[in-house]
């Protein structure tokens, strides 16, 4: 794969990190519900507990969104709080909902008005974790993991699928994986395998592909100019 890189700024370190989740148990004891749907808001929790607010419809409406996608007249868009919009008017009006589950989703795609992938990260209580993927068949109705399986890969940053089965994925850096942050998947998101680039110390900020074997990539790199 050939990957061009340009590095936009330089700064001290990168904070934060990726995350992982696994979607709540529904059926027999042991057993993952892999299909989640979403939510208008968060139920009421006692005003002592701890934790980030509680996800009122007016906190979703007024949640931060990264990133949109559009398939004729049909859009989402996606945000802090797991917030998932989406619209069948070509942006006249929107529909707020969320992932039953907190999470800051990053990137969507959509290939048609019902086959899609939201993405991005989940933060653990101790910092860590991993990223959030998701797929749909029916226009984001319903969202299911790829392979009903728990994803490998760090939190994502931006993701774009190509067909059904291949993709790529820009992710924070994978310390399992010498540092990677691009992999490729070739089986719909189930298994998922670092690519190289010129620049294995950078963080990718934005990405845009041509194909599977062509792109480019900004961002910064670390530990360098405080």
């Known amino acids: 794969m050939r990957i061009w890189s340009w590095l936009l700024a330089a700064v001290c370190s990168i904070h934060g990190a990726c995350s992982g989740f696994q979607l709540s148990s529904s059926g027999p004891a042991g057993a993952v519900d892999t299909v989640c749907r979403l939510i208008s808001e968060e139920p009421p929790r006692d005003l002592l507990s701890a934790g980030a607010a509680v996800r009122l419809a007016a906190v979703l409406e007024d949640a931060g969104l990264n990133d949109v996608a559009a398939v004729g007249r049909y859009c989402w868009a996606v945000g802090e709080r797991g917030v998932v ?7 006249e009006t929107w529909r707020t909902r969320a992932l039953p589950f ?7 795609c959509f290939l048609t008005n ?16 991993r990223g959030v993927l998701l797929a749909t068949e029916d226009g984001g109705e319903s969202w299911q993991v790829p392979g009903a399986a728990e994803l490998s890969l760090p939190g994502i940053l931006q993701l774009q699928f190509f ?4 993709a790529i994925a820009v992710t924070l850096p994978a310390a399992e994986h010498q540092g990677a942050t691009l992999f490729r998947t070739v089986d719909g998101g189930v298994v998922w395998e670092p690519l190289r680039s010129d620049r294995a110390d950078a963080v990718w900020l934005a990405a845009g592909f041509n194909g599977v074997d062509e792109g480019v990539l900004g961002g910064f790199r670390q530990g360098l100019g405080c």
């Open 114 to 129: 019902r086959r899609g992938w939201i993405a991005g990260i989940r933060s653990g209580a101790d910092g860590s974790g």
């Open 102 to 108: 907190d999470c800051r989703l990053t990137s969507v």
């Open 85 to 91: 919009c989406d619209s069948g008017d070509g942006g």
């Open 163 to 166: 067909g059904s089965d291949e």
